[in-house]
Structures are given as C-alpha cells and as structure tokens.
C-alpha cells in the first residue's frame, strides 16, 4: 500500500514542517530545523538555479540560543523575528536570469549590488503583489466554513414562549458565493440565502429549505424583489410578531 500526496498536500507538510513543526512532531530541535531549511533550499537552487550557502540567523548582535533570555523575556525558536532563520542565497551561472527567477521575490535588498540598472530591481509593491497570489494558490479550492447553534437572542428572558427556545444548526459557506443553510432541530432545512455579485449589483437569493423563492438586486437606487418562478404569487402575511406588528406591507410566498 503508498499515499498519493498531491502537490496541495506537500506543500501543507512543508509549510507545517518550516513555521510549526511541533505541530508534525518533527525537527524538534533547532538544528534539525536548520538542516531541513537548508536541505529544502538546496533543492530549490539544483532545479531552479541560486548557490544556497547556509541557514542564518539575521541581527546576530541580539540574537540568543533558544530558551534564553533576551530583553528579560524567554526567546521560543521561530517565536520572535530574532530567532527566525533565513536562507543565505547567492546568485550564479545556474540562474537563468538575474532579474527573473525563484528568488527574485524574497528580500528587496538582496542583490541591489548585480543589477546594472534601477528599473531592473523588483518594488517592494510588486513583491507583495506576487506573493499574496502564490499565497492566495493554497486557498483557492478550500471552502471556508463556519459552523454554530443559534437560538434565540431573548433566551434569557423569562417571557420567552417555549417554541421559541428552539436551537438551530447554521453553516456559512464562502468562495465565489457565500451560502448560509439553517437546519432546524428535525435536521431539516429550514432557511437558506446565497449572497453573490450577480449583473453587476450585489444580490441575495432566499428560499425556505427548498428551491430558490425570491431575489433581491441592489439596484435602480433600490431593492429589486423578484420571485423565482413566474408563477409564483405573494400575499399579504398577517400583521403578528414576526412582522414586530407592524401593519407595513407584508408578503408571504404561496
């Protein structure tokens, strides 16, 4: 029997091994961190180019073995910028460019020395730039979820009737579109909205654990209200509680 490890989860281990490895159980001691970031950044440089020399500890005027005191607090490896390693990267003939390659994005002031003119350096804006999108790769195909038990807000209260002490189950749902489900305590769907950008105008799009009943645009300086179907009638709902007694116009789905 073998794993299958994606690319997607590869660069999770990585990621667990270099910023938390205690979370792996791994590289337990900070030379053994060390030699991993190096390991790891030579075999950057053989596929990609770059002589990696060593893994240093930058400020070194201030920094301190690992649990030892600095400036009266106790130093955690990887807790504080002081005991952060870095790669000691130089360029070569191995790069297929000075200006464009794998390093090219990390450190701003590193190299200033190699390059023969100013417009050749990256800004510190375009290094940004690139590396939230290669962060924003990770993130790409994980749906976010949010999961709670909500109940009433008048819970406390000794007036609340019992039906409404009822407890629901919510989970929020956000990439493209953002969905929210509430499920009630038969495990039923109960209440649904998705929120998306749709012709351009926010837009929200309800039904009661079911299809779709009604849309509502963001638009002519309003509120477009729209049923899903053609079909579909609305009715003046009855002026009670739900509506705070209001006798404002009132509609309920057939």
């Known amino acids: 029997m073998y794993k299958l490890v994606s690319p997607r989860e590869l660069t999770e281990i990585i990621t667990g091994l270099l910023l938390k490895p205690e979370l792996l159980g791994e590289l337990d001691s900070p030379e053994k961190h060390r030699m991993f970031m190096a390991d790891l950044g030579r075999v950057v440089a053989e596929h990609c180019g770059g002589l ?5 500890l930058p400020g070194a005027e201030v920094t301190v073995p690992d649990g030892l005191p600095l400036n009266g ?40 020395e190699h390059f023969g003119a100013e417009e050749d350096c990256l800004t510190h804006e375009m290094m940004q730039l690139f590396r939230k999108g290669i962060q924003a790769l990770q ?14 807000w008048r819970l406390e209260e000794e007036t609340l009737r019992e039906e409404d002490s009822q407890a629901y189950q919510v989970s929020v749902t956000g990439q ?4 929210c ?4 305590k038969e495990g039923n769907p109960c209440f649904g909205v ?54 404002s116009l009132l509609l309920s789905a057939d």
């Not at 990696?52 to 240093?56: C, W």
Request: glycine fraction near 6%; charge should be negative; proline fraction near 8%.
């Open 181 to 184: 489900e509430v499920v009630n």
């Open 139 to 152: 993130k790409e195909h994980d749906t976010p979820e949010i999961s709670l038990t909500l109940q009433d």
């Open 52 to 56: 990696v020399n060593s893994v240093v």
């Open 176 to 179: 493209h579109n953002i969905h």
């Open 73 to 112: 607090q106790p130093v955690r490896y990887l807790g504080i910028k002081e005991s952060i390693p870095h790669l000691l990267v130089e360029p070569d003939a191995s790069l297929p460019s000075l200006a464009k390659n794998v390093w090219m994005y990390a450190d701003p002031e590193g190299w200033k």
């Open 194 to 247: 998705m929120f998306e950008i749709d012709q351009g105008v926010p837009a929200l799009h309800i039904n009661t654990g079911g299809d779709m009943l009604l849309h509502i645009h963001c638009a002519h300086n309003g509120l477009v209200l729209t049923p899903d179907a053609s079909g579909q009638r609305f009715e003046k709902a009855p002026v009670d509680r739900f509506a705070y007694n209001s006798p």
